[in-house]
């Protein structure tokens, strides 16, 4: 239910063989907003690999999932909008 609807942030995702439900979940997720467009919500998915695999963010981009590179993952839990949000914060220790 929270997949499809809320925005997600996602780092650490590998879409290995393991994680095979994790990109059904995602294609289902744009079939979804591709039907019911005003109840889409925004996705980002954070790494840190510069040369990280085309593949996958071009499959990322296909179902509406925004790739953002960062430079390291204390620079998502140093953000303001963590500091400023104390439930987010609770949440990380």
């Known amino acids: 239910?929270?997949?499809?609807?809320?925005?997600?942030?996602?780092?650490?995702?590998?879409?290995?063989?393991?994680?095979?439900?994790?990109?059904?979940?995602?294609?289902?997720?744009?079939?979804?907003?591709?039907?019911?467009?005003?109840?889409?919500?925004?996705?980002?998915?954070f790494y840190t690999n510069p040369e990280e695999s085309p593949g996958k963010l071009f499959f990322l981009k296909r179902v509406g999932v925004e790739p953002v590179l960062v430079s390291g993952y204390e620079e998502l839990y140093e953000s303001p909008v963590w500091a400023a949000n104390p439930s987010l914060q609770a949440r990380r220790h």
């Open 1 to 45: 239910h929270i997949v499809f609807n809320k925005s997600l942030a996602i780092f650490g995702l590998q879409l290995d063989a393991n994680e095979v439900f994790l990109r059904w979940l995602l294609i289902e997720r744009a079939k979804y907003f591709r039907r019911f467009p005003e109840r889409e919500h925004r996705a980002w998915y």
